[in-house]
Structure formats: C-alpha cells, structure tokens
C-alpha cells in the first residue's frame, strides 16, 4: 500500500491536481499549489519507517531540534536564522532522504511554537527541496568551500523564491508575475540576510559539526 | 535460580592495553540486591554494560556471561529488551519522550503490546511511582529526581526480571537520592526483581544490599555480605567510601557486629562517655571581598520572589559554602553574583571585578575541539597552570572526552585563566566519587591559601564540611543560619553529616570523619 | 468537559481542513464572510474576546493591504474609477481584491485556532499514523528543543568571564556550537537508552490516550454531510469584467446554509458543552 503511493502519488496524483487546477480555471493557483506542496512530501515521510533506525532517527531529532532552538536562540538577529544551514549540512552528511525530513520537520515543528499557517506546505517544500538537493549535491558540498559559498547563496534564493511564489499567490489567488516581481523586490532585503546567514553558518557550523559526527563515528561506531 | 552466572571474563577496550575486565567470577541469584562499588575507572560501568546485550562495548572479550542458564549473547533481541532493564546516569538525556505518559508507554511500543495493556501497564507504574499528578507533564519541566524516577518507572513497566543501574542517583541531591533508593529498594522487596547497581556513595544505599561486590582494576577484589564486607576488606581506597559507621568499627576493632547504620554506629560510640571536643577554627579576617543587603530578586515581574532580603558578606581568601534544599535559590544566587542577573532591590557590593563562574555542568565553559585551543583563546601563557593541574597530557583531548575529576580540574584551570579574585562554584562534587572529591577540595583549599575567594554552592554537606571556613544555610531566599563550619553543622540537627548525627552528643564539633577519629584517638590515648 | 478540542485528532483535522480549503477554494463573498463569522466566535470563545478584538488591528491591515494593492497588479475589470500612471483601477479589482483578503483572513483565524486546539499531543498522534517512527520523532524533537535553548542559555552565561569583548554575532555562535556538541553526545545517551528498550524491534505499536468514540463519528457524519451539501450547490462570483453576483436557487440557498451550520459547529459545540457544564456544577 505505502510502496503504491510512493509511486502513485509522484507519477499520478501530483499532475492530477495540476491539471484539474488548471482546467478549472486560473484561480485556484493558490490552492493546487498547497495540494501540490503537501503531495511532493507524503513519500518521504511515508518511507519514514524502512529508511530511519537504530541512531540514525535520534540524530534526525537532534539536527531538526538544533535547527528549530536555532530560531529561538538567533531571535534577537533578525532574519539570521541558522535552519537552512542545518538542513543543508544534515543532508551533506546523511542523505538526500535524511535532509528533506530535516527541512520539512524543521518547518512543521518551528511552526508549531510559532504559529502553523497557509504558509507552513511551503516552508516544508522549500526546506525540504533544498536539503533532498543537497544530499545529491552533498560530495562536491564537502569537498570545496567555493561550491558550499555559491549553494549557500543559491539556497538563499530558492527558499525566498519559494516564499515568494506564495506571498504573490495567496494575494492574488494566481499567479500574476508583476505582484510576483514587487514581492521578490520588497524582501531583497531579507532574502540578503537569508544569505549572509547561510553562508557564515554553513562555513562557521560546517566543519564543526563535520568533526563531531566523524568523532561520534570513531566514537561509538555509528 | 540464578539470574547470572559469570565465569572467567575479561575484557579490553579496542587500541588499549590494559584489560578493563579481568578474569571475573560472579553468580548473582534471583530477587538479589547487588551493590557494586569501587573508584571510578574500576571497570563498574564496562561490567554492568556487559550484562546487556544492547550496550555491551565493542572490543576484545573472553569467558563466558550465562543469562538463567543460557549464553546471554544468544538471548532473543525480544527477550533482552524486556528482560533485563538498564539505568545510567544522566537522568535527562535517557528520556526519550516529551510527555510522562508517552515515556513510560515508550518500551511497551516497542514491544509492540495491545494498546489497552499498554494504556492499563502505563496508568499502574505511574502511580505505583508516585507520578500520577506528573502524568501529563512536559518531562523538560521534570526535576532531577522525577526524571530518574520516570526512567526507572519506563523500564519497570516493561516488567523485567533484572535491573541494572550505573551510579543512578549520582546527579540528584541528597533527598532525591535517598527517594530513588527508596524506590528501588521497595521494587525489591514487593516484585523480587534483581538489582545490580553500581553506586559511589555509600551512606544510604549500603544497608540495602544483599551483597557487596568491590571492585579494583578491573577485576573483583571482594564479594560478600554487606557486614562481612566491612569485615574483610583490606584497608584499600575503597574502605573510605564505606559508611561512617562501618569506617569506624573498623578503627575500632571492634567485636561486635559491623553496624551499617547511623542508629547501630551509635551503639559503638555511646560508651566513649567523654567531652572531648573539636576545637572551632576561627578565621580572623576584616577585607570584605563583596557583600550583599537586603537583595530582594525575581526574574519576572509577575513571578515569586527567589531571594527575598538576603544578606551576606565574604571575607577575602575564605572559602564559603551556601547549603540548601534544591529550590531555595542557590543556583540563583551565583548568577546574581556573577552579574547575570541583576536585584530589583538591596544592594550587592563587589570589591573586585574579577569574578569567575563554574557551572554545575562544566562542559558548558568549552566550545573548542581541543582544551590547547580552548586555553589559548582565553589566555596564551596557559602552560604553567596546566603543570600545576597537571594536564599537560590531556591538551590535545577533545574536552568531553575527558573523565568527571579530569572535567572539574580543567574547568578549574581555565577559570584561572582569566585571573579571577572571586570564584563562584556551582555543586562542583556532582558526579565524583569520594576521592575525586578530596582532590578536588585539596585545589580549593589551596586557591584559597593563596588569596582567591571562594562561594561554592553545594547539595554535599560532607565537602562542605570538610573544606569549608563557614557555611550558611540557605532557606526561602534568605540566609537563615550561618556559622564556622564546624558549629554550623554540630548546631544543625537534619541539616548535616552523617559524622556530626552520629557522633550527637558525644564529642561536640565532630563534623567529619576526621574529627572523628581525631577524638576517638584522643579519648584511647588517655 | 467534554468540549470541541477533545475531539479525536483525526476528527479535528478532518473539520479545520474542510473549513481551510473551502475558503481558499471558494470566493464567493457570502461563504467567506460565513466561514470568517464562525472562526472568529470560535477563538472568541476559546482565546477569551479580548484577545480576539486586539487581533483584529493586524487582520484588517492585512485585508486592506491585499484589497487596496489587488487593483494596482490586476487592470482587468470593466469599471475605471481612476488612473495612476496611465493604469486603470478598477471597480471590480479592488471588490476582488478585498474578497481574496476576506479569505485570507478568514483562513487564518481558523489557523489560530489549529493552533489553539493542536497541542504536541495530537501531533504525535497524526504523524503517528502515518508511521510510528514518525511519532516518536516529533516526540523527541519537542523535548529537545527547549532543552537545547536552555542549554545555549547556560553556555552563553558560562561563557561570560571569557571574551566579552567580541561581537555578538560571534559569541552566539561559539555558544551555539557548544550545544551542537553537547546535544550530539547526549544524543548517543538517548539512543541507548532506546535501544536499551528494545527500540528497533518489529511490530512496534504505537499507544495514545485518544479513542474514536461514537460521538466523533456522529460529529464528523454531520460535517460531513454538511459539506457535501455545501460543495453540491455552491456557485461562485464572477468578478471579471462586471462583477456578477451567485444564482439564487434552493440548491444554492441550502449550500450557504449548510456551510453557515458547519462553519458555527465549533461554536455552538463549545457554548453548549459550556452551558451542561454550568448545569451539572450548579447541582453539586
């Protein structure tokens, strides 16, 4: 059954919604988009239970905890949040798989100390997209610190795009790239913050958090 | 029946070649209550860890451990959760769970019972553990001594035939210890489950035992009776963590049985019929190193009142010791002291700005890799310091790496660093055993010597009394007795050391071992 | 008491995610003021109506910065009332401008009461079901984080008699990466102790307090039916180019009707409960 829809609902169900949302009409961007945004990351949680055992599921708790206090902990510098960089870094080191339940957990539970909204589908789309792509990318990530600077920058972007998108289609209830163009332009600000922070956390936390996981691997055999 | 059977184990650590474990002979009986004591590095720990297949450590091993007849390594993975339960130290990080009642449903899930044994299984041990008004509390907002209850209620549940339990009680406060022993002990009694506990501090768990296993360098140096223990035991470091009245009789040489408790030592020392008494140190000394009037502190406007008119002053160079219930504010008043936190009214003076902080975890006071880096980023001229702790050996350690006594002294050492006149200590014997304890009290007493101020707030009442120049007893926010350490605890009735209760009325100011066996000598010699 | 947030966790996301997607999906002014009615008493009755009449500042700055920049992105619509820079604002952008705030609003006073009525408890229970893994995670990660803030707390005043004279950005992370380290040690601790109870182990249950009572199939029946009902027989709005109200018809009629009793549920649900409660006090 669950193997079914892992298929099913990339393959089928996710086109569906689009296609529907499109032939009804142009209004209910907003709405196929939320459908679409919670479909792409049933799979992963739905392959939760083969993927995660033993210390492996612990540590996924540990890095999605960090990154949630992280908001707490940071609240005093605006926008200079550290969860991108511990999805990223948590992906580089266990997986694809491992980094999209980061980011898509690390959006669930920091909205549910601060506030769950139409907005939380695209935060677990955006977080978890970002760290599936940093597993895959994770061998070059690790190896240069130009390519983990330019993904850094690249990351900033992509969540604020995504951010975007939805700040414009919730406003307009479609797509309308001109209100799309004014959001991007008003939160440039913010999405240079998102950067900035990317960057220095993920060149400050990296290498830290690289030697403590070969250290817990050389440790207790992980 | 037998639980265990363990025939001829040794053990070694991977690239290390010293045996953790050796040669170990033991047969522990069904229903026995087991203690195990010995200094740490004994090798406690790595023979209570083998008893479990889920925790036993990688490395060499030979001989054989029997579970009721049966290889234990061949014990079903089934068999071995439910079976054989196990409790470690850090009452925190055991949990798992945010919620009491999903804590102690934890193991049922895992055995995969029917939700209506685990919801009846989970309602009986929570109140058979006195946890029912904390059922559906946050286990964050759990204090130390619930959380270990809680963790010992979770493996319970699973209804096990054996528990074992390493040095449990040694990050709760006095009374929280004495409740989980209690708890344990009455778990004994009504259920006939085995224990095997490794403990470091005697007082109040000895009596408890059916047996003593002592352990030194890794093998087993004796095992027997609770009193044939205080008989036989050679004179080694492990005879001073026995029980005062035990140390006593065997002083004494006594013919009587070994007493175990405060109430059977008394019977040893009624018949010294004689005054002869402790005489009170008293420091004179006029520089006041910082006092505080009349502070009152909360840390919300709409919370309780933590110190409520609390006044104290320190001299320079003496070494003062704030005892008191958890919850009376200590921990809050070195915050204030160290200007963390500041009083909405009252006045605290300090003489000099130099003031440092050991908190009660002191991994928290590195954020290097290594303690060289940790030391250079506070001051590059570390190297005469770390000789006279004696660290130079441990530099390129990795600082949580390193052992509880090994933790304090660092801490101490990079603390010294910074070149402070006051030093602020926070429950710094937590975890040590009893030798650590006096090594790091010897420190203390030399940082004093040299001129340093010292306020340690501490659960300890024997470190304290033994290192101490005056105590203050902490209650509601307020100082409310405060005296030389010695009158301090002879005047205190339950507020102080098992020496000073069992030596009550007899000779006056005996307030630790020492004391003691300083009249006792005294009394024999006229 | 027997109120509207004991429901079943199933039962009470079944309801919000009705009440969500029929605002988002719909814009038709007359169930958005409906479903906005609904939600506000609802957080009324459970946040206190102080609470909620201090809300309504923000929401309404929301709703007229989406009703009065609508016309500014969008030019369709056949009624010019004026220019700016050439661009027509219309009439029937600015109407749907506010009918799209009114449906934001709206969703997010049902959100604030999600948010109200899901504790960590119903959480674990939803991600429980989709796998029990899952569950526990969600479980563990809610005890680990105000642990690590009180760690990084901790660490941070620890870290005061050393360096005080560097930036804040600087000290934070130093303070930061210490709790990394403490939490990825103590995590080997809290993995041990899992194994040591047998995690890992196959068939593992998943045990919570909810039970799915005959009254929860009831409530959820009736939301159900209502909603079908009001999905049948709604008609939208045509906004572009003249705005042209719904069809008037019995169908459409009982559709409003049915959606206005189903977006009060929660309401009367909790006055009721209330009123019984206050009964059966005053009788002891």
Redesign the interface.
């Known amino acids: 059954m669950k193997k079914l829809l892992k298929i099913l609902i990339p393959c089928l169900l996710i086109p569906v919604v689009i296609i529907i949302g499109v032939i009804t009409g142009d209004k209910n961007y907003a709405a196929v988009s939320v459908i679409v945004a919670v479909l792409a990351c049933v799979p992963f949680f739905l392959s939760f239970e083969s993927t995660f055992t033993g210390r492996k599921i612990v540590i996924l708790a540990v890095m999605t905890a960090l990154s949630v206090a992280g908001r707490f902990i940071f609240a005093p510098i605006p926008f200079f949040k550290p969860v991108t960089a511990m999805v990223i870094i948590a992906a580089m080191y266990f997986g694809a798989e491992f980094g999209f339940l980061t980011g898509a957990l690390s959006a669930v539970l920091s909205n549910f100390y601060f506030g769950q909204g139409p907005w939380t589908p695209f935060q677990m789309f955006a977080w978890g997209f970002i760290g599936f792509i940093s597993g895959v990318l994770a061998d070059p990530l690790r190896r240069s610190k130009i390519a983990l600077v330019l993904y850094a920058i690249g990351s900033g972007f992509v969540y604020s795009l995504i951010m975007d998108t939805w700040t414009s289609m919730w406003a307009d209830g479609s797509f309308v790239l001109s209100r799309f163009l004014a959001a991007t332009y008003v939160s440039l600000p913010v999405t240079a913050v998102y950067i900035a922070s990317n960057i220095i956390f993920l060149l400050v936390l990296t290498p830290l958090i690289g030697a403590k996981i070969e250290r817990l691997i050389t440790k207790y055999g992980l | 029946m037998e639980d265990f059977r363990i025939e001829n184990l040794s053990f070694k650590y991977p690239k290390s070649d010293e045996y953790a474990l050796s040669d170990i002979k033991l047969c522990v009986k069904s229903g026995e209550f087991l203690l195990v004591i010995g200094e740490s590095g004994s090798g406690k720990t790595t023979l209570l860890r083998m008893l479990k297949n889920e925790l036993r450590p990688h490395g060499e091993m030979s001989g054989e451990i029997l579970f009721r007849g049966n290889n234990i390594a061949s014990l079903d993975e089934r068999e071995s959760a439910k079976r054989i339960g196990f409790i470690m130290q850090d009452p925190d990080s055991q949990i798992v769970s945010d919620r009491v009642y999903s804590e102690i449903s934890f193991g049922l899930e895992n055995l995969g019972l029917e939700k209506e044994v685990i919801r009846a299984r989970v309602a009986e041990f929570a109140s058979y553990f006195g946890l029912n008004a904390e059922f559906e509390r946050s286990t964050v907002t759990l204090s130390g001594g619930q959380k270990q209850l809680l963790n010992l209620a979770s493996v319970m549940a699973m209804e096990p035939d054996v528990i074992v339990l390493d040095e449990p009680t040694s990050q709760l406060d006095p009374i929280a210890a004495v409740e989980f022993l209690d708890a344990l002990k009455r778990l004994n009694d009504d259920f006939g489950v085995t224990i095997i506990i490794a403990e470091h501090h005697l007082e109040n768990i000895y009596k408890y035992a059916d047996r003593v296993l002592c352990m030194e360098n890794g093998s087993v140096r004796l095992c027997d009776s609770p009193r044939e223990v205080v008989r036989k035991l050679e004179d080694c470091k492990i005879a001073y963590t026995l029980p005062v009245s035990a140390r006593l009789y065997r002083e004494l040489n006594d013919k009587l049985n070994p007493p175990l408790t405060i109430k059977e030592g008394r019977e040893l020392i009624r018949k010294f019929k004689n005054d002869y008494y402790i005489s009170q140190k008293e420091l004179k000394n006029e520089n006041i190193a910082f006092s505080c009037r009349e502070v009152w502190f909360r840390y919300e406007k709409n919370s309780a009142d933590i110190l409520k008119g609390f006044s104290l002053k320190v001299y320079r160079g003496e070494f003062y010791s704030v005892v008191g219930e958890n919850g009376c504010g200590k921990s809050t008043l070195l915050k204030l002291l160290n200007g963390s936190v500041k009083q909405y009214r009252g006045r605290v003076k300090q003489e000099s700005a130099a003031v440092a902080y050991l908190p009660q975890n002191p991994k928290n006071l590195f954020v290097k890799d290594t303690l060289e880096d940790d030391f250079k980023s506070v001051d590059n001229s570390y190297m005469e310091l770390c000789r006279r702790f004696n660290l130079q050996n441990l530099l390129n350690r990795h600082p949580y790496d390193l052992s509880g006594g090994e933790l304090e002294r660092t801490a101490l050492c990079k603390l010294l660093l910074t070149k402070p006149e006051v030093l602020l200590l926070d429950e710094p014997t937590k975890g040590l055993d009893a030798f650590k304890k006096q090594e790091l009290g010897k420190l203390l007493r030399e940082l004093s010597g040299e001129g340093i101020t010292i306020v340690c707030v501490t659960h300890d009442l024997d470190f304290a009394a033994e290192f101490a120049d005056r105590c203050g007893l902490l209650f509601d926010g307020e100082i409310t007795s405060e005296n030389f350490t010695n009158a301090f605890f002879t005047n205190n009735s339950f507020y102080t050391t098992s020496s000073a209760k069992l030596s009550k009325g007899v000779f006056r100011n005996a307030v630790t071992y020492g004391d003691l066996l300083e009249c006792v000598k005294a009394v024999d010699r006229r | 008491m027997n109120t509207f947030r004991n429901l079943h966790p199933l039962t009470l996301l079944c309801y919000f995610a009705f009440m969500?997607?029929f605002s988002?999906?719909n814009?038709n002014p007359i169930y958005l003021a409906l479903s906005l009615f609904g939600a506000v008493m609802y957080a009324a009755v459970i946040q206190g109506a102080g609470v909620v009449l201090r809300s309504f500042v923000g929401y309404f700055a929301m709703f007229l910065l989406?009703a009065v920049?609508?016309p500014l992105?969008?030019h369709n619509g056949a009624t010019a009332l004026f220019f700016i820079n050439d661009n027509r604002v219309t009439l029937e952008a600015l109407v749907y401008g506010a009918v799209?705030g009114l449906?934001?609003v709206a969703?997010?006073y049902w959100?604030?009461s999600?948010?109200e009525v899901?504790d960590?408890?119903k959480?674990?229970f939803i991600?429980g079901r989709?796998?029990?893994?899952?569950g526990?995670?969600?479980?563990?990660?809610?005890?680990?984080?105000?642990?690590?803030?009180?760690?990084?707390r901790?660490?941070k005043?620890?870290?005061?008699?050393?360096?005080s004279n560097q930036g804040?950005?600087k000290r934070?992370?130093?303070?930061?990466?210490?709790?990394?380290?403490?939490?990825?040690?103590?995590?080997?601790?809290?993995?041990?102790?899992?194994?040591?109870?047998?995690?890992?182990?196959?068939?593992?249950?998943?045990?919570s307090?909810f039970r799915f009572t005959l009254y929860d199939g009831v409530y959820l029946g009736v939301a159900a039916v209502l909603f079908s009902i009001a999905c049948i027989g709604a008609r939208g709005f045509e906004y572009y180019p003249y705005i042209k109200p719904m069809e008037f018809s019995a169908m459409s009629i009982l559709s409003v009707c049915a959606f206005g009793a189903l977006s009060l549920i929660p309401f009367i649900f909790e006055v009721k409960e209330g009123i019984k409660w206050r009964i059966s006090v005053s009788r002891i």
């Open positions: 969500i997607v988002v999906f814009f989406i920049t609508n992105f969008s799209l449906a934001i969703a997010l959100f604030r999600f948010n899901f960590s408890e959480y674990r991600f989709i796998s029990p893994g899952l526990l995670v969600f479980s563990m990660i809610l005890r680990f984080v105000p642990e690590l803030v009180r760690s990084f901790d660490i005043s620890a870290q005061r008699a050393f360096g804040r950005v934070y992370l130093g303070s930061f990466s210490a709790v990394i380290t403490q939490s990825l040690e103590n995590g080997v601790i809290t993995s041990d102790s899992m194994n040591a109870r047998g995690f890992g182990l196959k068939h593992r249950g998943l045990y307090r």
